[in-house]
């Protein structure tokens, strides 16, 4: 007669009540970590969208007046867009406050570099989250596979004879919290990595952006 089986349902609904906490925290940890992955990704794609389009407008000769009227008058503008309109302003106030060229180039660059920090804060928000559901996600789901599989033998007391089909599901029902522990971990912890490479490489490229904002600038106070 071949032995029941038990699927993997079963298992969760017959596991102890702090391993089925430990799988429920691991599940909304993952549900999580995969809100901030489809985030992270739509937020990347509609920003390189956004610059390269306002990197072909910026070197398609237009006047830096002109491109700065356009930006004064778009309320949701940002990454290169925002970096130009800010780091203009900036350049445009102190040359009519009629400070010297050097001390407006100066001005300008300290506003660019704000500029720049202020703009990739939102491309930076939810990497600490990942990186924390990745590297504390499987210990949670070690603690449940440790409680359930300490359970488990301490039942072992209430047989008569102590066999592995007496342990088995609940080895079997601890073992699924590290599962779901490493199921959690493992997206977020590449995405970590993905978007923290991504981000630094959207950083560099507005970095040589507002130094040749800044070259442009340069010709402009001569």
């Known amino acids: 007669m071949a032995a029941p ?4 349902i079963d298992l969760v609904t017959h596991a102890s ?22 985030k992270l990704e739509l937020l990347h794609s ?6 390269r389009h306002f990197e072909q407008v910026f070197w398609s000769g237009a006047e830096l007046k002109t491109l700065f009227q356009k930006a004064q008058v778009n309320p949701k503008k940002q ?5 130009f309109y800010e780091g203009f302003s900036e350049f445009v106030k102190l040359r009519q406050k009629g ?18 920090a202020r703009q990739q804060t ?27 599989i300490m359970n488990a033998f301490m039942g072992l007391s209430q047989v008569q004879q102590a066999t592995l089909a007496a342990v088995a599901p609940g080895i079997a ?3 699924i919290a590290t599962a779901i522990g490493l199921f959690a971990a493992i ?13 630094e490489a959207v950083y560099q490229q507005r970095v040589l952006f507002a130094e040749e904002l800044t070259g442009l600038l340069q010709r402009e106070a001569s």
Do not use: C, H
């Open 5 to 8: 089986t038990l699927s993997f």
């Open 17 to 38: 009540v702090i391993v089925k906490f430990v799988m429920i925290l691991l599940f909304a940890a993952s549900v999580y970590g995969w809100y901030l992955i489809a």
């Open 46 to 51: 509609k920003v390189t969208k956004e610059d």
């Open 79 to 83: 990454g290169y867009e925002a970096v």
């Open 99 to 116: 400070v010297s060229r050097e001390e407006r180039l100066a001005g300008t660059e300290r506003m660019l570099r704000v500029s720049l």
């Open 122 to 148: 939102p491309l930076e928000q939810g990497l600490p989250l990942l990186a924390s559901i990745g590297s504390v996600a499987p210990y949670i789901g070690l603690f449940g596979t440790v409680w359930g």
């Open 173 to 175: 029902e601890a073992l």
């Open 187 to 199: 997206p977020a912890v590449l995405a970590f990595n993905r978007y923290s490479a991504k981000s």
